[in-house]
Each structure stands twice: as structure tokens, then as C-alpha cells.
């Protein structure tokens, strides 16, 4: 089994940036190819994709967030990285890494991004 732990979000300024991270511990990690990434879902909408980046460091960034967000894999094994940049109100949202392996998914708790002045 996978389990994730996620940093913080918090309250920034348009314009501002902010980033994420996601550690993922679990030794079937070790032994197989896996996707980290987040999803993201503002009030009253539906969970959508934000970004991923797979084991050969592959990325996807949602068409409608590159330019302003990037996605790494940390200095510590089995860690990514979030990147935000120029944030706008409506990126506000709780954001859940998830951690994707062979069939099985498991998600982070969720963090808050507020993008307010």
C-alpha cells in the first residue's frame, strides 16, 4: 500500500506563487512504474487533472495551466513537486496528490489554495 503525505497550501495573492509537494512511501514503489500528480476541485466543481509526471520523469500539465505551473520530482525519492505560478483566484481549490501504480491509486489528504487579496 501507498500513502502519501502532501504540504501545505495556503493563502496567496493574485500573481503569486506557490509550491507543492507530495511524498509517497510504500515499498511496492521499488518495484514497479507509477504516475504522481494532482487533481485539483474548487467549490462545486468536479475533481479535474492537474498535472502528472510518471517514473521516466515524463510530464502532463492540463492545457489551461501550462505556462504557469510546472511539476518536478523532489530531491527525495518518491516526491513530486508542484510548481505554481501567477496564480489567479479561480486556481483556488483543494489540492490532492495522488500517487498511481500498476492498477491501484491512492490519494493524498488534500491540501487548501486560497488565491485572494
Known amino acids: 500500500q501507498v500513502q502519501l503525505v502532501e504540504s501545505e497550501g495556503g493563502l496567496v495573492q493574485p500573481g503569486g506563487s506557490l509550491s507543492l509537494s507530495c511524498a509517497a512511501t510504500?515499498?511496492?514503489?521499488?518495484?514497479?512504474?507509477?504516475?504522481m500528480g494532482w487533481y485539483r476541485q474548487a467549490p462545486g466543481a468536479e475533481r479535474a487533472a492537474v498535472a502528472l509526471i510518471n517514473t521516466k520523469n515524463q510530464t502532463i500539465i492540463a492545457d489551461s495551466l501550462k505556462g504557469r505551473f510546472t511539476i518536478s520530482r523532489g530531491n527525495a525519492i518518491n516526491t513530486a513537486r508542484l510548481q505554481m505560478n501567477n496564480l489567479k483566484p479561480e486556481d483556488t481549490a483543494v489540492y490532492f496528490c495522488?500517487?498511481?501504480?500498476?492498477?491501484?491509486?491512492?490519494w493524498g489528504q488534500g491540501t487548501q489554495v486560497t488565491v485572494s487579496s
Open positions: 510504500g515499498s511496492i514503489l521499488s518495484t514497479l512504474d507509477y504516475d
Open positions: 495522488y500517487c498511481r501504480y500498476g492498477a491501484r491509486l491512492s
